[in-house]
Antibody, heavy 118, light 109 residues
C-alpha cells in the first residue's frame, strides 16, 4: 500500500525557516517524481514544487521561488521542502504527492500544517 | 503560465441528477494533460480523471471527462450522496507550474 507521511509542520514566526519531510513507503520511491502541493485554510489547491526521480529536474511556483528548496534522498525514501523567509501567506496544509507515470498526481499524503504568525 | 478557470463556483443539485463541471484554460493544454480531483472536507484530494478522459483506478463509471485544447468537462451522470464535494481541475503538461483551477463546490440542493 502506498503511504506518504508528512512531518515538520508547526507554528513559526515570519521570516523564519522550517523544513518539511515526507516519508514514502509501499512503492519504489526512486521510480517516481514527487511534488509538494499546499492548501491555505478554506482555499483551493496550489502546486508548490516538484522534483524528478533523480533530482535532475526541479520546478517551483513563482510564489515560493528563491525561498523554498525541494530535495529528495532516494536511499531514505524521503522528500523534503526547505522553507526560508516564511510569510503569513505561506500558512497552509502542505501535501506530499506522488506523480504517476502518466504525469498526474495519483497519491497524496494527509498533509502537515504550517502556520506563519507572530 | 496556463491559468485554469472553473465554472460554476458552486453547483447545487439533488442526488440522481446529472452534474456538469467546466474547466477552461488560458491556452491550449498539451496532449490533454488535464486531470480532475475530488476533495471532501478534512480529506486529501483524490484523483478522478487523467488525460482529460481516463478514469483513475477504482473510480466509478458515473464519472467521465471530456474535452481538449482549452475546454474540458467533468460529468457525473447520476449523483450519489458521496459525490457532493469540491472538484478541481489541474494541468500537468511537460513543464511546471502545474496549476489548479479554483475549484467547483458541488452541494446538495
Amino acid at each position: 500500500e502506498v503511504q506518504l507521511v508528512e512531518s515538520g509542520g508547526g507554528l513559526v514566526q515570519p521570516g523564519r525557516s522550517l523544513r518539511l519531510s515526507c516519508a514514502a513507503s509501499g512503492f519504489t520511491f526512486d521510480d517516481y517524481a514527487m511534488h509538494w502541493v499546499r492548501q491555505a485554510p478554506g482555499k483551493g489547491l496550489e502546486w508548490v514544487s516538484g522534483i524528478s526521480w533523480n533530482s535532475g529536474s526541479i520546478g517551483y511556483a513563482d510564489s515560493v521561488k528563491g525561498r523554498f528548496t525541494i530535495s529528495r534522498d532516494n536511499a531514505k525514501n524521503s522528500l523534503y521542502l526547505q522553507m526560508n523567509s516564511l510569510r503569513a501567506e505561506d500558512t497552509a496544509l502542505y501535501y506530499c504527492v506522488r506523480q504517476a507515470v502518466a504525469g498526474t498526481l495519483d497519491y497524496w499524503g494527509q498533509g502537515t500544517l504550517v502556520t506563519v504568525s507572530s | 503560465e496556463i491559468v485554469l478557470t472553473q465554472s460554476p463556483g458552486t453547483l447545487s443539485l439533488s442526488p440522481g441528477e446529472r452534474a456538469t463541471l467546466s474547466c477552461r484554460a488560458s491556452q491550449s493544454v498539451s496532449s490533454s494533460y488535464l486531470a480532475w480531483y475530488q476533495q471532501k472536507p478534512g480529506q486529501a484530494p483524490r484523483l478522478l480523471i487523467y488525460g482529460a478522459s481516463s478514469r483513475a483506478t477504482g473510480i466509478p463509471d458515473r464519472f467521465s471527462g471530456s474535452g481538449s485544447g482549452t475546454d474540458f468537462t467533468l460529468t457525473i451522470s447520476r449523483l450519489e450522496p458521496e459525490d457532493f464535494a469540491v472538484y478541481y481541475c489541474q494541468q500537468y503538461g511537460s513543464s511546471p507550474p502545474y496549476g489548479f483551477g479554483q475549484g467547483t463546490k458541488l452541494e446538495i440542493k
